[in-house]
């Protein structure tokens, strides 16, 4: 069942072209990977889709939902968690929970969902004290307390080190267990490869191929999904 689908997706910033002509589709209970360079569209392709922002042109229609018609019953079924995300430094665990879940009409119980992400014991913690690993699975939970069914995960993984970022890859296949369709941004190509059902190359604001990690290397006769990638977009190492 397709529960994303995105029709020649346009969008400007004053002269820069950030989308032109995006067209995809994601299944039900996929991780669906957005990967590119820093700058390719792939975070405004999240804002659009998620209801955050307006597109210029094209449709985006989410969940059966119109993103331009019914924002707000969209964004009660979605989780969003962008890369420029951030918390009060003084904010501690437990209050950041239950503000966000007061944000929805039907949320998950915050308290079992820190239990469950093993947060339990970082309750009392302020934010700012909290090492990039905890944060990130702050940030999870944060996007999951509205029991969505689709969390759009921006970049969740820049600046973690090694073991931080093989504990993240790990939530979001729990994620995806979870019966929730799972947008992945990431200019990651082992991050891609390891956690993405499909994934779509984005370059220069156009999707430059579609598939799954397999079909983007047998494209390109390559080895790997790094030398696909920089195949498909022209870009050097």
Not at 89 to 101: C, Q
Not at 132 to 154: H, M, N, S, T, Y
């Amino acid at each position: 069942m397709t529960v994303i689908e995105l029709n020649d997706l346009r969008k400007s910033y004053r002269t820069h072209r950030a989308l032109d002509g995006v067209t995809l589709t994601v299944g039900r209970g996929e991780i669906f990977g957005l990967l590119g360079p820093n700058g390719a569209g792939k975070t405004t392709v999240v804002e659009c889709a998620s209801g955050l922002r307006r597109p210029d042109g094209g449709t985006v229609r989410v969940l059966g939902l119109d993103s331009r018609t019914r924002r707000r019953e969209l964004l009660q079924r979605v989780g969003v968690q962008l890369q420029e995300a951030a918390l009060p430094d003084a904010i501690k665990v437990g209050e950041a929970l239950r503000m966000y879940s007061s944000f929805y009409d039907r949320p998950a119980d915050w308290r079992a969902l820190m239990e469950e992400w093993g947060l339990t014991a970082m309750k009392r913690a302020r934010f700012a004290g909290l090492s990039g690993g905890w944060k990130q699975r702050l940030f999870i939970a944060l996007a999951l307390v509205g029991d969505p069914e689709i969390v759009f995960l921006d970049e969740l993984t820049t600046g973690l080190d090694p073991a931080a970022r093989r504990m993240t890859w790990g939530l979001i296949r729990d994620m995806r267990d979870r019966g929730v369709t799972v947008v992945l941004v990431t200019h990651f190509m082992d991050e891609a490869e390891a956690l993405c059902d499909r994934i779509a190359v984005i370059d220069r604001g156009r999707i430059v191929h579609e598939g799954t990690p397999d079909e983007l290397m047998a494209r390109c006769d390559a080895g790997s999904l790094d030398d696909a990638y920089f195949t498909l977009t022209g870009r050097t190492a």
